[in-house]
Each structure stands twice: as structure tokens, then as C-alpha cells.
């Protein structure tokens, strides 16, 4: 497999699926924008597309902003996008809105059984706006959609012409129009006239899972904070199927939270993670009460290298899908290693 990809070749067919999100957003003067646009509109307005010789079809699925998308709409998407595959379709391609993208791509990396490149956009800035920049990001990500290098990748994020693997990409910024880094390994590859360049090829991380019912299910993410007793985590602990704690550093907590979780993780798994962002949380340099050794010792379960949020959606799932805490533990030493 060659590293860099040709255009598209002539005939290939995309599927773009629109959700809501920035890209998607109008409102007159005074009122703040809402999702109103179809997926028939984004194409539209986007120069070049037809020169690219994709055929493109739409499908209108949501019409939310990013924050109100849940489990249940992306099992639903994984489904319609498999059938768009299996009409005909070379790749597919979603737009939705920024806020959620980190976790929604990393979800349906973990779901898409196919070869076919999934590929999720945005735009940091909606259609009435100078610089908006949806057209360029749809355009982007429908030639990384078609592109037969972009193949077995899993789910690829496309924005400022950048390619980023799911299992990465973080919104970084909460306006910068180049708001999504990759800060352990940086852009898998990038888009420059009009031609994909896959540069490196991320490892793929389907997940080996009947996912049923997702929406049913309760997890969380929580931070530890200086001070922290453990008190919080105590009450929101209760009543989930799963936590992942986000500690400070290379996944430390205070002493005075360590008999809670302790306690969370006797009756529920409870994933150790960093609130950092970059970098693996640790498991034997440091040994205090709280420390990354002392809380794995306890039987909390490694995030690895996936940061809170990844993990917290791959506990999920693992969750949904009714895996015991063996095989939890398992999937998050395979996925978390971040080969
Ligand atoms: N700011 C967000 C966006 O860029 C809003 C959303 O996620 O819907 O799309």
C-alpha cells in the first residue's frame, strides 16, 4: 500500500451524512445560530466538489448540535452507513457538530466493521461567518471518503485539511479554527490540491462487541480536584455501571479518595485515566497512597493511552456490550497500548 494517496479516481461514490453542528447552523440577526441546514444544502455549497468527479449522495440524519447527539443516534449511523456501503458507496462521510467529534469518531471507529473509510467533519465557523470554513472541511473530507489509500484506516477526522485518526484527534480549542490536534502523534496525514496524503497509517481498533442498547447504559467521567475527599465521587459513583476516574498527572488521587474507589471498583469497573490530555497514565514509578501503582493494585483499570473521554467511550461500549470486568480489562490493555 503506497503511503500517499492519488485523487480520487473517476466514479467513486460517497455517502455524506449530516447530523446538525456548526457547519449546519443559520439564524438571523440577534438570535444565535441553530442547526436549519440539510445535507443537500452543505453540499451545495461547496465550490470544486463537482470537479473532483465524486458522485455524492446525501442522507439528512440529524439535525442536532454536537452536545445533543447520544449513543443511540451512532449505533442508528453505523447501521444506515453500512447499508449506504453495501448499496455501493466507496466511503462515507458524516458532518456533525465540533463540540463531540473526539468521542463520536472514536465510537464509530470502535463500530465500523468495514474497510470503507468513515471519515467525520465540522466547521468552527458557521455559514454566516466570514471564513467559514464547512465548505473546505466537506470538501477535504469527501476526497479522504474516496480515496482507496484511505482504506482499512477505521474512522478518519478531517478538518483544516488535516487528517487525524479517531482514536487521537481532540478539539483543543474552543474557537481556533484549527481546533483539532493530535497531540501524542499529531495529523496522520493531510489534504493539499485536492489530493489525500495518508502519511502514516493508524492502527485500527475495531472492537469485538455486540453493542446492544447502548443508550441504557451509565458511565461518567470524573475528574479528581485538589482537596479532593472522594466525597463527590462517592454520590455520583453510585447508581453507574462504569467510571473512569480522571486523576491528575500520570493518573494520581488524593489518599483521602483512595478507600472510595477502592470501594466503586469492587462492584463496578472504574478506569484510571489522566485529566492531562497527552501521554499514558503511568503503572509502576510512583508508590503513595493514590498513586497510579496503588490504585492498579486496588483494581482500578488502565486507560493506557487513551485520554478520559476515549476511555470513557470505550468503557461504554464495553459495558453495552455486557463484557465482564476480565475482558474489559483485556480490551483496554490491547487498545490502550496505543500500538
Ligand atoms: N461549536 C459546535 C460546532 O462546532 C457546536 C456543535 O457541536 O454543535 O459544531
Not at 188 to 195: C, F, I, P, Q, S
Request: aromatic letters at 4%.
Amino acid at each position: 500500500m503506497p503511503p500517499y494517496a492519488d485523487p480520487p479516481p473517476a466514479g467513486r461514490r460517497v455517502t455524506v451524512f449530516s447530523l446538525g453542528g456548526t457547519i449546519a447552523m443559520t439564524g438571523g440577526p440577534g438570535s444565535g445560530v441553530v442547526p436549519t441546514l440539510t445535507a443537500a444544502d452543505l453540499v451545495a455549497a461547496v465550490p470544486g466538489l463537482a470537479g473532483t468527479g465524486v458522485t455524492v449522495r446525501v442522507h439528512d440524519f440529524r439535525r442536532l448540535p454536537g452536545a445533543s447527539l447520544g449513543f443511540d443516534d451512532l449505533t442508528a449511523l453505523v447501521t444506515a452507513a453500512r447499508r449506504a456501503v453495501d448499496d455501493g458507496a466507496d466511503g462515507v462521510v458524516v458532518t456533525q457538530g465540533t463540540d463531540t467529534i473526539e468521542e463520536t469518531a472514536f465510537a464509530l471507529d470502535l463500530l465500523w466493521p468495514y474497510d470503507a473509510p468513515l471519515v467525520v467533519t465540522g466547521a468552527m465557523r458557521n455559514p454566516t461567518l466570514a471564513g467559514a470554513d464547512g465548505p473546505a472541511n466537506l470538501l477535504a473530507a469527501v476526497t479522504v471518503a474516496a480515496a482507496p489509500a484511505a482504506r482499512r484506516t477505521g474512522c478518519l477526522v478531517v478538518l483544516g485539511d488535516e487528517i487525524h485518526a479517531a482514536r487521537w484527534v481532540r478539539k483543543t480549542h474552543t474557537t481556533s479554527p484549527v481546533a483539532f490536534r493530535s497531540p501524542d502523534v499529531g495529523p496522520v496525514g493531510l489534504v493539499a490540491e485536492g489530493r489525500p496524503r495518508i502519511l502514516t497509517r493508524p492502527a485500527r481498533h475495531r472492537l469485538d462487541a455486540d453493542v446492544r442498547d447502548p443508550g441504557t447504559v451509565r458511565t461518567a467521567v470524573l475528574p479528581v480536584v485538589l482537596g479532593d475527599d472522594g466525597a463527590t465521587l462517592r454520590r455520583a459513583g453510585s447508581g453507574l455501571d462504569g467510571l473512569v476516574v480522571a486523576g491528575f498527572g500520570v493518573g494520581h488521587v488524593p489518599a483521602a479518595a483512595v478507600a472510595v474507589l477502592t470501594d466503586l471498583a469492587a462492584g463496578m469497573p472504574v478506569v484510571l485515566a489522566s485529566r492531562i490530555g497527552a501521554g499514558p497514565v503511568l503503572a509502576g514509578t510512583y508508590g503513595f497512597p493514590g498513586s497510579e501503582s496503588d490504585l492498579l493494585s486496588r483494581g482500578l483499570i488502565s486507560a493506557g493511552t487513551l485520554d478520559c473521554y476515549k476511555a470513557r467511550i470505550l468503557l461504554h461500549l464495553l459495558v453495552a456490550a455486557g463484557h465482564d470486568r476480565g475482558r474489559i480489562t483485556a480490551t483496554f490493555a490491547t487498545i490502550g497500548a496505543g500500538d
